[in-house]
């Protein structure tokens, strides 16, 4: 999680009081917290969510590209907290409009609202559905060599040289 208009450590201990009990493992990747274990608790500096999100129920995150692609990749619903950053914000509409996620303003990143919304997502198989969709579509499109690809028919045959 980046940081915009909440703390990682008021993240970290809402996300605790959330999970705890429930038997998910929460990972949460931040340099401004220091890293630790603490029962299903895991924060570091670093996490490889490419290994993680195939086995993920949810993907809580900040609404950067790199994380919204990710989850749509592997299917993942969504709850992202933008804090104030226009593109989050915007990828976060985004993703609701699919209907692979849902949108957390910082000022109700609490342990009912977390609860409540990883229940809805979990439980509403439609979420996993559009995130898996969408990111069907997103493989489809051919990633890096099908941009090229795009790329190299627009150009005229005479700069191809």
């Given at each position: 999680m980046?940081?915009?208009?909440?703390?990682?450590?008021?993240l970290?201990?809402?996300?605790?009081?959330?999970?705890r009990?429930t038997g998910y493992?929460?990972?949460?990747?931040?340099?401004q917290?220091?890293?630790l274990?603490?029962?299903?608790?895991?924060?570091?500096?670093?996490?490889?969510?490419?290994r993680?999100?195939?086995e993920?129920?949810?993907?809580?995150?900040?609404?950067?590209?790199?994380?919204v692609?990710?989850?749509?990749?592997h299917?993942?619903?969504?709850?992202?907290?933008?804090?104030?950053?226009?593109?989050?914000r915007?990828?976060?509409?985004?993703?609701?409009?699919?209907?692979a996620g849902?949108?957390?303003e910082a000022?109700?990143?609490t342990?009912?609202r977390?609860?409540?919304?990883?229940?809805?997502?979990?439980d509403?198989p439609?979420y996993?559905r559009?995130a898996?969709?969408?990111?069907?579509?997103?493989?489809g499109?051919?990633?890096?060599?099908?941009?090229?690809?795009?790329?190299?028919?627009?150009?005229?045959?005479?700069?191809r040289?």
């Amino acid at each position: 999680m980046g940081s915009g208009g909440f703390s990682p450590r008021r993240l970290i201990r809402a996300l605790d009081e959330a999970f705890r009990g429930t038997g998910y493992e929460i990972y949460v990747s931040t340099k401004q917290a220091r890293p630790l274990t603490r029962g299903t608790i895991h924060v570091d500096r670093w996490f490889d969510f490419d290994r993680l999100l195939p086995e993920a129920a949810i993907s809580i995150h900040h609404g950067g590209q790199n994380s919204v692609v990710s989850a749509l990749v592997h299917g993942v619903p969504q709850i992202i907290c933008t804090g104030r950053h226009y593109e989050r914000r915007f990828n976060a509409r985004s993703v609701e409009q699919l209907g692979a996620g849902v949108r957390l303003e910082a000022r109700d990143i609490t342990p009912r609202r977390l609860r409540d919304l990883m229940t809805e997502l979990r439980d509403d198989p439609s979420y996993a559905r559009a995130a898996r969709d969408a990111g069907e579509r997103l493989l489809g499109l051919g990633g890096l060599p099908g941009v090229l690809e795009i790329l190299h028919s627009q150009v005229a045959p005479s700069k191809r040289r």
